[in-house]
């Protein structure tokens, strides 16, 4: 079993729609979480961080953690096609410096 | 200023050479990063660096060499690399330990390996 699972997609929606992006995990170590947009052939950009537990809203973005059931989401309100992107999410445990990223989901937002 | 540089963009080396890839970030972080990604892939974790010391390196072969001169300067050697080591390469920096956190990468060197 992989420490993050997110489904790759693609997700297509249309311009104005709400997204919402999820990834699972298995180790309830895990207290930093990061939502990362990446375009193609260019580094990751951190979107949101968020640590243990709650809600964080930056803009149309809002990021969610739920310790409980192991579950992250990040919601875009009012979708634009320059938010096509590959969402990765990313999580990482007190004391240490590793991050685990889940396999990406491709957006595309049409217009 | 949350921004990690990386030298050069790109890079396109035979199998015989030697080459070097640069990041640098000025964000006070003390740890830092090296990935490897390849095309519809994550970044996958090659070395950590935490306070200018090799903390983590996972299982990389040694004909990549990683260099942390100063807090602000990490470097990847590269030597007699093969074409599957053709990728995009990401450093990245963050705080250390309890203050882990948030992780910001660089726009990654596009690596040819012909």
């Known amino acids: 079993q992989k420490e993050v699972e997110q489904d790759p997609g693609p997700l297509s929606v249309p311009e104005g729609a709400i997204v919402s992006l999820n990834c699972t995990y298995s180790n309830s170590a895990f207290q930093y979480f990061m939502w990362y947009r990446q375009y193609s052939r260019k580094g990751p950009e951190l979107l949101m961080y968020t640590y243990s537990s709650g809600n964080k809203e930056d803009g149309r973005f809002t990021a969610q953690v739920d310790k409980s059931s192991k579950y992250i989401s990040l919601f875009i309100r009012d979708s634009q096609p320059s938010d096509s992107a590959t969402y990765l999410c990313?999580?990482?445990?007190?004391?240490?410096?590793?991050?685990?990223f889940g396999s990406g989901t491709k957006l595309n937002v049409k217009p | 200023d949350t921004e990690v540089t990386q030298t050069p963009k790109h890079l396109v080396m035979g199998m015989t050479n030697k080459k070097s890839l640069k990041c640098e970030q000025h964000m006070g972080h003390r740890a830092m990063y090296w990935y490897k990604q390849k095309a519809k892939k994550p970044p996958e974790l090659m070395f950590v660096y935490s306070y200018e010391k090799l903390s983590i390196n996972e299982s990389v072969p040694s004909r990549f060499s990683p260099e942390c001169p100063n807090s602000s300067l990490l470097n990847l050697h590269l030597h007699a690399l093969q074409p599957e080591d053709s990728a995009l390469y990401l450093c990245a920096s963050s705080q250390v330990g309890l203050a882990g956190g948030e992780q910001f990468f660089g726009p990654g060197t596009r690596l040819t390996v012909l």
């Open positions: 990313a999580m990482s445990a007190d004391n240490f410096n590793k991050f685990y």
